[in-house]
């Protein structure tokens, strides 16, 4: 989901509404098309709770534009890639077609995960999934989270949705996750849990990330921001709200 600041709404207000969120082609799509196809992708919509509007960027290939675009410009063969957010399987299949290695994905909305199983077989993804949360922190386990009828917007921090009980998988758990050097983050706010305690992984370097101004405030941003400085990942690349940071 693309949350903006309050300058980029302004500037990309009337684009947003005609082209990423309109009602009519919203309504054409999921009338007629149904499926979302991008290059050699095919993704099915099934079971995803999305509002008519949300459509109508399967049509103009604006659906997750600021995170493909980050991943497509510096994904290469040297990431092996664990992806918070599977969502219906968009930046997984990326993901794996670019680095040519296997995934691992957390998703905690178990109601869209049979879509997103389906979805990455159907596109020759090697991957696991782990229907649940990854933990970093005890001090801040989740024992929940909202789940919104826009699955775009469900949340453990936007408290607006059925409350909906949550599985914590505790990184000291899973040996497997020291063969990975590369974190996606693409969850509703979640992006400040990992980016406070991104230390216990190791063996990340490189991190990807979607910002969302809507559930932070700028000093929150500023102390979230402050912390990567001080595990000494640097900004590379940036569009919109997402960020791509390097560890040196």
Same mark, same amino acid.
């Given at each position: 989901?693309?949350?903006?600041?309050?300058?980029?709404?302004?500037?990309?207000?009337?684009?947003?509404? *005609? %082209?990423?969120?309109? #009602?009519? $082609?919203?309504?054409?799509?999921?009338?007629? +098309?149904?499926?979302? !196809?991008?290059?050699? =992708?095919?993704?099915?919509?099934?079971?995803?709770?999305?509002?008519?509007?949300?459509?109508?960027?399967?049509?103009?290939?604006?659906?997750?534009?600021?995170?493909?675009?980050?991943?497509?410009?510096?994904?290469?063969?040297?990431?092996?890639?664990? *992806? %918070?957010?599977?969502? #219906?399987? $968009?930046?997984?299949?990326?993901?794996?077609? +670019?680095?040519?290695? !296997?995934?691992?994905? =957390?998703?905690?909305?178990?109601?869209?995960?049979?879509?997103?199983?389906?979805?990455?077989?159907?596109?020759?993804?090697?991957?696991?999934?782990?229907?649940?949360?990854?933990?970093?922190?005890?001090?801040?386990?989740?024992?929940?989270?909202?789940?919104?009828?826009?699955?775009?917007?469900?949340?453990?921090?936007?408290?607006?949705?059925?409350?909906?009980?949550?599985?914590?998988?505790?990184?000291?758990?899973?040996?497997?996750?020291?063969?990975?050097?590369?974190?996606?983050?693409?969850?509703?706010?979640?992006?400040?849990?990992?980016?406070?305690?991104?230390?216990?992984?190791?063996?990340?370097?490189?991190?990807?990330?979607?910002?969302?101004?809507?559930?932070?405030?700028?000093?929150?941003?500023?102390?979230?921001?402050?912390?990567?400085?001080?595990?000494?990942?640097?900004?590379?690349?940036?569009?919109?709200?997402?960020?791509?940071?390097?560890?040196?």
């Amino acid at each position: 989901m693309i949350s903006f600041n309050y300058l980029s709404k302004l500037l990309m207000f009337p684009a947003y509404y *005609i %082209i990423h969120y309109n #009602i009519f $082609f919203g309504w054409f799509h999921k009338k007629f +098309i149904k499926r979302f !196809k991008y290059k050699n =992708f095919i993704f099915e919509l099934k079971n995803c709770d999305l509002p008519l509007p949300s459509y109508s960027s399967f049509i103009f290939n604006t659906y997750e534009l600021n995170d493909r675009i980050l991943l497509e410009k510096n994904l290469s063969k040297k990431n092996k890639c664990i *992806i %918070i957010g599977g969502g #219906i399987g $968009f930046v997984p299949s990326i993901t794996n077609k +670019i680095t040519g290695n !296997k995934i691992i994905v =957390f998703e905690i909305n178990k109601k869209i995960i049979p879509n997103l199983k389906k979805n990455l077989n159907n596109n020759c993804s090697n991957f696991k999934i782990y229907k649940g949360n990854l933990l970093l922190n005890k001090r801040d386990k989740f024992n929940f989270y909202y789940s919104n009828r826009n699955f775009l917007a469900s949340s453990l921090y936007r408290k607006d949705g059925v409350k909906k009980k949550i599985n914590n998988y505790w990184y000291k758990n899973l040996t497997d996750l020291s063969k990975f050097n590369t974190l996606i983050i693409d969850g509703e706010g979640v992006e400040k849990h990992y980016i406070e305690n991104i230390k216990v992984l190791k063996n990340i370097r490189y991190l990807y990330f979607e910002f969302h101004n809507d559930i932070f405030t700028n000093i929150q941003k500023t102390n979230i921001f402050a912390n990567l400085k001080k595990e000494k990942f640097y900004l590379r690349d940036k569009f919109i709200n997402s960020y791509y940071f390097v560890k040196d």
